[in-house]
T-cell receptor, first 114, second 117 residues
Framework: DVKVTQSSRYLVKRTGEKVFLECVQD?????MFWYRQDPGLGLRLIYF???????EKGDIPEGYSVSREKKERFSLILESASTNQTSMYLC?????????????FGDGTRLSIL | AQSVTQLGSHVSVSEGALVLLRCNYS??????LFWYVQYPNQGLQLLLK??????LVKGINGFEAEFKKSETSFHLTKPSAHMSDAAEYFC???????????????FGQGTILTVHP
């Protein structure tokens, strides 16, 4: 069965800390995504990657960066965490194609910044 | 650019009643459309997808959706609600890139479905 694994389900950090969220997929997918989910706002795309070492900004990249050193792993980095980054973070992956394949999601990381 | 609007952030039904969750999209090219479900403290799970074959699409757990181009809609239905259907539902659109696609999705704001006994 396909699997997207996020390293933590719950995480508590302090303002100003550098925070790493890790995501691993076992489906050999080219495309990987990081979303932020907040009540009433749906899913908003932070960054995505279409190949190793390649990345593109999504709709809300400010305050975040990403790293993709290996095909199966996509990391989201909060350079200096702030309280307004408290949220649910979802990672997803999909195969390269014409856009008709679904994204597969991890279970999410609920991040609290104190 | 494409967009998705889900009408109604909360829908409440009785167990056994019809479920109807509304989704309208905007796209400059023929779209691919998806419905996802999210149970509490979990990620999103694919319910069904429309990829330009049959306009009536059947998914998991008894859900189906009909693509109506003239109405730019892709509403999700289920004839008889179960308590286990209580969750948040998201409609999403992907561009038919006609070539290499990054698989980006644009999501609606979500609809929380409550099922009463």
């Amino acid at each position: 069965d396909v699997k997207v694994t996020q390293s933590s389900r719950y995480l508590v950090k302090r303002t100003g800390e550098k925070v790493f969220l890790e995501c691993v997929q076992d489906m050999d997918h080219e495309n990987m995504f990081w979303y932020r989910q907040d009540p009433g706002l749906g899913l908003r795309l932070i960054y995505f990657s279409y190949d190793v070492k390649m990345k593109e900004k999504g709709d809300i990249p400010e305050g975040y960066s990403v790293s993709r050193e290996k095909k199966e792993r996509f990391s989201l980095i909060l350079e200096s965490a702030s309280t307004n980054q408290t949220s649910m973070y979802l990672c997803a992956s999909t195969v390269r194609g014409v856009g008709n394949q679904p994204q597969h999601f991890g279970d999410g990381t609920r991040l609290s910044i104190l | 650019a494409q967009s998705v609007t889900q009408l109604g952030s909360h829908v409440s039904v009785s167990e056994g009643a019809l479920v109807l969750l509304r989704c309208n999209y905007s796209s400059s090219v023929p779209p691919y459309l998806f419905w996802y479900v999210q149970y509490p403290n979990q990620g999103l799970q694919l319910l069904l997808k429309y990829t330009s074959a049959a306009t009536l699409v059947k998914g998991i757990n008894g859900f189906e959706a009909e693509f109506k181009k003239s109405e730019t809609s892709f509403h999700l239905t289920k004839p008889s609600a179960h308590m286990s259907d209580a969750a948040e539902y998201f409609c999403a659109v992907s561009l038919n890139a006609g070539g290499t696609s990054y698989g980006k999705l644009t999501f609606g704001q979500g609809t929380i479905l409550t099922v009463h006994p």
